[in-house]
């Protein structure tokens, strides 16, 4: 490859990772075909213009995969415009206020001997281990979400990929 064609394609991703962190945490998850569902949902809750403002938030961004795995109706029940509130409520738990990284969480986890406890920004606690050299987070039902892929920046916070959609308790 001629040292034209390698300087541009170093330019050209530059730019590109330059954009990318330039984008908000919604339009970085608009971006993923995997996220889709998680698009929809946050849609249907009202609160796209929340996440859009300067945060930061750490996000714990479920799968479609993740949305897959829930009860067969739960997810077209919480999409109808009644329970909007409690959709609301369901998100705002995969998000916690202030950027964490991978890192941090971990070191977190080691200086609490194994545990740390996260406040969510729907007022519930979330508890974050390691599991098999992953993150682990488990909500307060019990149920445990493995973060696939992390340290996702934007300019107005941080993403985490989930693999499975979080329950706060009621």
Same mark, same amino acid.
């Given at each position: 490859?001629?040292?034209?064609?390698?300087? %541009?394609?170093?330019?050209?991703?530059?730019?590109? %990772?330059?954009?990318?962190?330039?984008?908000?945490? =919604?339009?970085?998850?608009?971006?993923?075909?995997?996220?889709?569902?998680?698009?929809?949902?946050?849609?249907?809750?009202?609160?796209?213009?929340?996440?859009?403002?300067?945060?930061?938030?750490?996000?714990?961004?479920?799968?479609?995969?993740?949305?897959?795995?829930?009860?067969?109706? #739960?997810?077209?029940?919480?999409?109808?415009?009644?329970?909007?509130?409690?959709?609301?409520?369901? %998100?705002?738990?995969?998000?916690?206020?202030?950027?964490?990284?991978?890192?941090?969480?971990?070191?977190?986890?080691? =200086?609490?001997?194994?545990?740390?406890?996260? #406040?969510?920004?729907?007022?519930?606690?979330?508890?974050?281990?390691?599991?098999?050299?992953?993150?682990?987070?488990?909500?307060?039902?019990?149920?445990?979400? %493995?973060?696939?892929?992390?340290?996702?920046?934007?300019?107005?916070?941080?993403?985490?990929?989930?693999?499975?959609?979080?329950?706060?308790?009621?």
């Amino acid at each position: 490859m001629k040292p034209k064609n390698i300087i %541009l394609i170093a330019v050209i991703s530059f730019f590109s %990772l330059s954009t990318y962190a330039q984008s908000d945490v =919604v339009d970085i998850i608009l971006l993923s075909e995997d996220h889709t569902t998680f698009i929809t949902t946050i849609k249907a809750a009202g609160l796209v213009s929340t996440l859009k403002k300067s945060g930061p938030y750490t996000i714990f961004a479920p799968t479609n995969e993740a949305f897959d795995k829930l009860p067969p109706k #739960q997810l077209a029940n919480l999409l109808n415009p009644e329970n909007k509130a409690t959709l609301a409520s369901i %998100l705002s738990y995969h998000v916690i206020a202030g950027s964490l990284t991978e890192t941090e969480i971990i070191n977190k986890i080691n =200086v609490e001997n194994g545990s740390f406890t996260l #406040q969510t920004v729907n007022g519930q606690q979330l508890v974050a281990t390691l599991k098999d050299n992953k993150i682990a987070i488990t909500d307060t039902t019990g149920h445990t979400s %493995l973060l696939t892929k992390t340290d996702i920046n934007g300019k107005n916070g941080i993403i985490h990929v989930a693999d499975t959609v979080l329950s706060p308790s009621n």
